[in-house]
């Protein structure tokens, strides 16, 4: 699931840039088509009363008089003649007909899911099936109003490995273990009322590459079995209440990881260098209480494209630090920060997001084509920064205080 994801941060206008898009299925237009099969015969009868003429010319006069309805008309039929197999050819199994109807009744059968008994399932919004067998692959929940909790019922779908669950603040209670029976992929319970400790159990889910619980009621720590998850690719645990420290086996081994939100949760103690070595383009920390030096995260070497380590305790030197050449956001605002803002900043061709706002900074604000960007809101609070767009630096050599580089006079 990656786009950017918001990573759910608002920033000043100069501060601040879209992330990820919500992602969009073929659901659509799956669920459509089939509403034209029973009219196929008299689709191709208006077909042909249009296209069998005695002379192209002819064709070409008549095509030129249908109006947009019948255009539209003579475009479906195309598509459905030439994909039968792809939309038609499968009828949904019996035992997921069934499985899904119990899922809807845990969910308090909402009026939002229109499933009966008497329609193909592969049909009803939301669920996507296999062209081949009918046993169903994925299940779509965006903005649908689902109360109750999700039924144990769901482990009973042998080929279901895409659960997507977005926006339904009704639905609650925690995740049931016999998710576990399910060859998932990707899992996403994003914005509900979902509850509890992060179960053991989904590091069970080896095969799981995407995981997303952002923004539920969670509690606890996060699990060493789901850092340890071998093929887990980005991990979403953003807008909770999770506590403890980040498990240093997280991303801890092969293959490369690609996106890390752990924001605005209650997590302590320091960042695990496996984080450095495992060189994720996409970090975001911010909103915790961290602490320590998390200068390991950067590198003119390493691939990041946006870290956001904003709202912690950390202390670093930021004199020290070098960056990625495509490096796009970053926030270090409201941690312990000291030093000078590095000079090679402003060669960043791409930056479209920096925040060094509430530390302990000093000296002056480097100039560069991407640093008239950020406004005095992204300088704010520090020991004694100066340059555009804060006031000038004094004229001639001024001392930086010591207090500025030594983390112990802080």
């Known amino acids: 699931m990656l786009t950017s994801p918001s990573h ?37 009868h208006l077909l042909n009363t249009y296209l069998s003429q005695d002379s192209q010319a002819k064709t070409s006069t008549r095509m030129s008089k249908l109006t ?4 539209i008309f003579i475009l479906l039929l195309l598509l459905y003649s030439s994909f039968p197999l792809l939309v038609f050819s499968t009828k949904c199994h019996n035992d997921d007909t069934k499985t899904l109807l119990n899922l809807k009744a845990g969910f308090g059968n909402p009026v939002d899911l229109p499933w009966t008994s008497d329609t193909d399932c592969c049909s009803w919004s939301g669920v996507t099936c296999h062209s081949d067998t009918g046993r169903v692959l994925y299940l ?3 903005e649908v109003n689902l109360s109750g909790s999700i039924s144990p019922a769901i482990g009973d779908l042998p080929l279901l490995s895409h659960i997507n669950i977005v926006d339904s603040p ?10 576990t029976n399910l060859p998932l992929t990707s899992l996403t319970i994003m914005y509900t009322n ?44 953003s807008g909770n209440k999770l506590t403890g420290t980040i498990p240093p086996s997280l991303f801890h081994s092969p293959p490369r990881r690609e996106w890390l939100d752990l924001s605005d949760n209650l997590l302590t103690g320091e960042i695990p ?17 961290l602490t320590g030096d998390a200068s390991f995260l950067f590198g003119a070497e390493k691939r990041t494209s946006e870290i956001d380590l904003s709202n912690n305790q950390l202390e670093m030197n930021m004199s020290s630090l070098s960056f990625p050449l495509f490096l796009r956001t970053l926030d270090l605002s409201h941690n312990r920060i000291y030093g000078t803002i590095p000079d090679s900043i402003a060669d960043l061709p791409v930056l479209s997001t920096f ?44 001392a930086i205080p010591r207090r500025c580089y030594d983390a112990s006079l802080l």
Do not use: W
Not at 170 to 179: A, D, F, Q, R, Y
Not at 206 to 230: E, K, R, Y
Not at 379 to 385: K, T
Not at 389 to 395: E, I, K, R, T, W
């Open 8 to 44: 759910r941060r608002r920033y000043t206008a100069a501060c601040l840039e879209s992330r990820r898009p919500p992602e969009q299925g073929l659901s659509y237009v799956t669920s459509v088509l089939p509403l034209f099969e029973p009219y196929s015969s008299s689709l191709d």
């Open 68 to 71: 947009l309805p019948q255009m």
């Open 140 to 142: 779509d929940f965006y």
């Open 170 to 179: 009704m639905l609650s209670g925690t995740i049931p273990p016999s998710i």
């Open 194 to 237: 979902l509850s509890g400790p992060i179960p053991d159990f989904l590091g069970d889910l080896t095969n799981l590459t995407d995981l997303d619980l952002s923004g539920n009621l969670l509690t606890g720590p996060i699990p060493t079995p789901i850092a340890s998850l071998p093929k887990l690719n980005t991990l979403f645990l």
């Open 273 to 289: 260098r496996s984080l450095g070595d495992a060189d994720v383009p996409f970090i975001f920390l911010s909103g915790n209480c």
């Open 355 to 398: 925040n060094v706002s509430y530390n302990v900074l000093c000296g002056r604000i480097p100039t560069g084509a991407q640093m008239v960007m950020f406004d005095e809101s992204c300088y704010a609070h520090n020991e004694c920064l100066c340059g555009t767009p804060l006031p000038s630096c004094p004229v001639g050599p001024t």
